[in-house]
């Protein structure tokens, strides 16, 4: 089983986590959705075997970097300015991290860390304002 955090079950997290839970059993995945809103998190799961909802404080360093370190990939979706101390943490226990933000300035000064480390660390990759759109359209649709 791969385990992957999802950090932050805001709105934008509602599809890649349905997704995600979605092929959780074809791909041996399991998630880990955590949000300062433990019942955000919870309803993000639906009670989904294959899911852990957790109320996560990011500004809680030690309970961060323990999840951090069960995950095998972990993905922020965070506000942009907080990806980088999940970032840094994900350098220290060597993890993978996806973010749904484009790179900034401070996170592309983390680049080389994560190369060394082979770790892969991706970012937006400029498909805005396409892609979003088309997913806004899909939702309102649906």
């Known amino acids: 089983m791969r385990n992957i955090l999802i950090i932050g079950a ?76 999940v970032a840094k943490d994900c350098i220290i226990h060597k993890k993978h991290l996806v973010t749904a933000s484009y790179i900034s300035d401070a996170m592309q000064e983390l680049d080389a860390a994560a190369k060394e480390n082979n770790l892969v660390f991706m970012s937006e990759i400029g498909l805005d304002p396409g892609i979003d759109h088309i997913s806004a359209m899909k939702i309102i649709d649906e």
């Open 10 to 85: 805001g709105r934008s997290a509602s599809s890649l986590i349905k997704y995600l839970l979605n092929k959780s059993v074809s791909e041996k995945l399991h998630l880990t959705i955590g949000d300062l809103s433990l019942a955000l998190a919870e309803r993000k799961t639906n009670n989904h075997p294959n899911a852990t909802p957790i109320a996560l404080d990011i500004f809680d360093i030690d309970q961060r970097n323990a999840e951090i370190q069960k995950a095998d990939i972990v993905i922020s979706m965070l506000p942009a300015h907080l990806h980088i101390e």
